[in-house]
C-alpha cells in the first residue's frame, strides 16, 4: 500500500552533540548508509567531529550556521536545537532524525530495527485520526480497519509525522527518572497508531521522522528553556515544537503517528542532578496545555507557514504576559517563518 | 501460527480479583462447552447466561460453575411488556445480563472465545488483565506515548502534565482478538484467510472526542459508572439490522464517558477467537448499517450533552432524545431505537433501585 519511495527522497539529520560519532555511525551503518546524512554540529561543540569514512553526508558547524542564518535572527540553533539547521538546509521530502546517542534496537524476534524503514513506511502509508481502529494501524501488513470503522474515513488522510518510541532508557522527564532510576524500558509494543484529531500528546525528538513538504516549517527551534542543557532531561524544546505541530496537523486534516520503530537509547547523564533545570519545563507545560487545548486556526492558514504564524501570534497575545519567555519563543517563531521562506527553499504544499 | 491454550496450561490465580464482585455474563444458543478452556481463571465468579433463541432448549453448563441463566421466557416473565427492548435472535440480548446483575464489575465473552497465549507461550488470564485495567486510572485528556502508564514497566513520558497524571476512573475495559478478527462482512469476504498473529503488547486510553467501534465479544466494565448505557440495542429478529449492538452501545458509552470523565481503555487481554462467522449472513445483517453508520458517526462526534446531566442515565435519556430528533430522519428505525433505549432505561431503574447508588451522580459532568 506505501508508495514507492526513491532513497534520494530522503535526508537522515543528525544533531551532534558529541564529538565522537564513530560508535553511533558504524552501528546505524546497515541503515544509514544508503542515504545521504547531514550532521549538523552543535555550535557550542569545542571538539572537532570524529566520523567514519563511507558514508555519503554534509557537515554543518557553527560558521556555516552563522553564513547562511546571519545575526538577523533570535533563534539559537545550539544543543539539541542544532538539528533544526538539517531541517532548514535539506532539499528532500522526508526526514529522519535521531538523537546522537542512540542505536539501532532490536525487534521482539531479535532482529534489527530498520528505523529507517519503518518511519518510512509510517509516513507513505495514510493516516486515520479521525475514528480510532482497534487494531491499531490498517495499513500494516496482517491487520485491516475492524468492523464498525465508517467506510468513508477508510482511505485516510497524509501522515505527515512519525514518531518512534525508544528501549533502554525512556523518554521520561527527570522527576520520574529520578525516581525510579532502575527502571528501563524493555517492553516491545509491536503496533503503529495514528493519534486522533484533537488529541494533544507529548512528541520526543530522540526519533523522529516527517514529510519536510507539508509539515517542514512546522518543526521549530524556538522554545528555550532558560537554564537550557545537553540532556533531554535539560530541554523542551521538542516538546515545544510538537504541540504545535500537532496543533497544525489538526488543523491542515494530517495525520501523525506513534509507535514502531524503537531505538536504543543509550544510559547517559543523572537525572537527579538535571531535576533542579526541569522544574521550569513541567511548570510550562502546565501554563501551555489549555492554550494548545483550545486553540483554533483561521481557515485561511492552509500551509505550515501560515500555520506557524497564526499560532506564534496567538501565543504572544494569550502567553506573553504569563511569562517573558512565551514572548520570546512567539517572535522566534515569526523570525523562523521568515528563515525558513529565505532559505528553505519552495514553500510547503498546501495541506491534505 | 497462532493457537489457543490447552486447558492444561491456564494456570488459576492464587487470589481471584473481585471475587465477589463481579459477574461474567456469556450470551449463547448452543452450549457452554468453551469454558472448560477457561475453568482455572473463570470458574471463582459467578455466570450470568443469557439463553437467546429457542427456550424450550437446555443449555449445558459444565459442572462447577456457580450460574444463573435466564431465557426468553424469563426475560418476558421479568420485564414484561418493557422486554421489548430486548433482542431476540441477537447475541445483543446479554445486555439483559447486564441489567439484572447485581454485581459492580461485568465481564462479558463470547462463546467462540477462548483462552489466548502470550509470545512467550504462557496462557493468558483475560480476566486479570481486564481487572488490572479497569482498577487503574484512564488518562484520556492526553495522549502517553509510551501506553498506559500505570502498567508495571511504564509510565508518564517527558512532557506529559503533571497535573493530568491522576487519571480519571476507568469505566470500560475493552480486549482484542488473536485468529479471527472482528473485520466487517465486506472485509471478510475480500480476505477470508486473513488471521491477526499479531500481539501488540499494550493497553491504552481512547482519548477523550475521539469515537472507536467496541466489540461486546471481550469486554468488561464497572456497572455502578457507565451500566445505563451498556444497551445493546435493537438488532435480530424482526430488526432491519445485525451486527451492530456493540457498535451502537460503544458510540454511546463513549460519547457519556467523555461527558462524565470517565476513560475507556483498549488493547490487552486478547482472547482467542476461534470461529469465523458466514461472510454472506454477515453482510445480510449488516448491509445496512454499513450506510447507515457514515450518519450514526457525525451525529454522535456532534453530539453535546447538557451540563445537568449529571448521571448516565440522564445523560442516556437525553441522548435517546437526540437519536429521535436527528435519527429518525435516516430511517424510522431509529425512532423505535430511541424509544426502546428510554425503556431500558426505565427497565434498568426499575430492578436496580436508588438505594444501591446506581442513580447517584457518578462522576463530573465535563
Not at chain 1, 49 to 76: A, M, Q, W
Not at chain 2, 180 to 195: F, G
Request: aromatic residues 12%.
Amino acid at each position: 500500500m506505501s508508495l514507492p519511495i526513491k532513497d534520494d527522497e530522503i535526508d537522515i539529520v543528525i544533531g551532534a552533540l558529541h564529538s565522537d560519532l564513530t560508535s553511533f555511525m558504524n552501528a546505524w551503518r546497515p541503515i544509514f548508509s544508503r542515504f545521504h546524512l547531514i550532521i549538523v554540529k552543535d555550535p557550542d561543540l569545542k571538539e572537532e567531529l570524529k566520523i567514519p569514512e563511507g558514508f555519503n553526508l554534509d557537515i554543518y558547524k557553527k560558521l556555516d550556521i552563522d553564513r547562511v542564518v546571519g545575526t538577523s535572527t533570535s533563534i539559537i540553533f545550539s544543543g539539541y536545537s542544532c538539528r533544526y539547521f538539517g531541517y532548514l538546509v535539506s532539499r528532500k521530502k522526508y526526514i529522519i532524525s535521531v538523537d546522537d546517542d542512540c542505536l539501532p534496537a532490536k525487534d521482539n524476534k531479535g532482529f534489527l530495527v530498520d528505523a529507517v524503514a519503518q518511519h518510512i513506511t509510517n509516513l507513505t502509508t495514510p493516516a486515520t485520526p479521525f475514528f480510532f481502529n482497534t487494531l491499531y494501524d490498517p495499513f500494516t501488513e496482517g491487520a485491516d480497519f475492524v468492523r464498525g470503522y465508517p467506510f468513508s474515513l477508510r482511505s485516510g488522510v497524509t501522515c505527515a509525522l512519525s514518531c518512534g518510541l525508544w528501549h533502554n532508557l525512556a523518554d521520561y522527564d527527570a522527576p520520574t527518572q529520578a525516581l525510579k532510576p532502575e527502571e528501563r524500558n524493555s517492553r516491545y509494543v509491536d503496533a503503529v497508531l495514528t493519534v486522533p484529531a484533537r488529541t494533544l500528546m507529548p512528541i520526543s525528538g530522540i526519533n523522529i521522522a516527517f514529510n519536510r513538504d507539508v509539515v517542514g516549517p512546522a518543526l521549530l527551534p524556538c522554545l528555550r528553556l532558560a537554564g537550557e542543557g545537553k540532556f533531554r532531561w535539560e530541554t523542551m524544546e521538542d516538546i515545544w515544537s510538537g504541540m504545535c505541530v500537532k496543533v497544525i496537523c489538526d488543523h491542515l486534516g494530517l495525520g501523525v503517528k506513534t509507535g514502531l520503530p524503537y531505538v536504543w537509547r543509550n544510559d547517559r547523564g543523572d537525572a537527579i542532578a538535571s531535576l533542579r533545570k526541569e522544574w521550569e519545563g513541567v511548570k510550562m507545560m502546565e501554563e501551555v496545555v489549555p492554550f494548545f487545548q483550545s486553540l483554533r486556526l483561521p481557515q485561511e492558514a492552509t500551509t505550515a507557514e501560515d500555520c506557524v504564524v497564526e499560532v506564534a501570534n496567538a501565543v504572544k497575545e494569550k502567553l506573553g504576559s504569563k511569562d517573558p519567555m512565551f514572548a520570546r519563543t512567539a517572535n522566534a517563531m515569526l523570525d523562523w517563518v521568515k528563515l525558513w521562506k529565505s532559505v528553505g527553499g519552495s514553500s510547503s504544499s498546501p495541506g491534505a | 501460527m497462532v493457537e489457543p491454550a490447552t486447558a492444561s496450561q491456564a494456570a488459576a490465580p492464587a487470589m481471584p480479583k473481585l471475587k465477589d464482585e463481579l459477574d461474567i455474563v456469556i450470551p449463547t444458543i448452543r452450549n457452554l462447552d468453551f469454558l472448560e478452556m477457561w475453568r482455572p481463571f473463570l470458574q471463582p465468579y459467578h455466570l450470568i447466561i443469557v439463553q437467546d433463541g429457542d427456550p424450550s432448549k437446555t443449555i449445558k453448563v459444565p459442572p462447577g460453575f456457580d450460574y444463573e441463566l435466564y431465557n426468553r421466557n424469563d426475560i418476558n416473565k421479568i420485564l414484561g411488556p418493557k422486554a421489548s427492548c430486548i433482542s431476540f435472535k441477537d447475541s445483543a440480548c446479554r445486555c439483559f445480563g447486564y441489567m439484572v446483575s447485581k454485581k459492580k464489575y461485568i465481564f462479558t465473552i463470547d462463546d467462540d472465545c477462548f483462552v489466548a497465549k502470550d509470545p512467550s507461550g504462557k496462557a493468558v488470564n483475560a480476566l486479570e488483565q481486564h481487572i488490572k485495567n479497569i482498577l487503574s486510572p484512564s488518562t484520556p485528556f492526553f495522549f502517553n506515548t509510551l501506553y498506559d502508564p500505570f502498567r508495571e514497566g511504564a509510565d508518564f513520558v517527558r512532557g506529559y502534565p503533571f497535573s493530568l497524571r491522576e487519571g480519571v476512573p476507568t469505566a470500560v475495559s475493552h480486549g482484542l482478538w488473536l485468529n479471527i478478527p472482528d473485520y466487517d462482512a465486506p472485509t471478510q469476504l475480500v480476505k477470508p484467510l486473513e488471521r491477526n498473529t499479531r500481539f501488540v503488547d499494550a493497553v491504552l486510553t481512547i482519548p477523550k472526542g475521539t469515537l472507536f467501534p467496541m466489540c461486546g465479544m471481550n469486554l468488561a466494565f464497572d456497572r455502578d459508572l457507565i451500566g445505563p448505557a451498556m444497551y445493546f440495542g435493537l438488532m435480530g429478529d424482526g430488526q432491519p439490522i445485525g451486527r451492530y449492538d456493540d457498535m451502537w452501545a460503544g458510540w454511546c458509552i463513549k460519547v457519556i464517558c467523555d461527558h462524565l470523565g470517565l476513560g475507556v481503555k483498549t488493547g490487552l487481554p486478547y482472547i482467542y477467537h476461534s470461529k469465523a462467522s458466514n461472510p454472506f449472513v454477515n453482510l445480510r445483517k449488516e448491509y445496512k448499517g454499513i450506510f447507515w453508520q457514515e450518519e450514526i458517526i457525525p451525529f454522535f462526534q456532534q453530539v453535546v450533552l447538557p451540563k445537568d446531566c449529571t448521571t448516565v442515565q440522564k445523560c442516556y435519556i437525553e441522548l435517546a432524545k437526540q437519536v429521535k430528533e436527528k435519527l429518525s430522519k435516516v430511517d424510522p428505525y431509529f425512532d423505535k431505537l430511541a424509544d426502546a433505549m428510554v425503556t431500558w432505561i426505565k427497565a434498568w431503574d426499575e430492578l436496580n433501585p436508588p438505594a444501591g447508588g446506581s442513580s447517584a451522580p457518578n462522576g463530573k459532568a465535563a
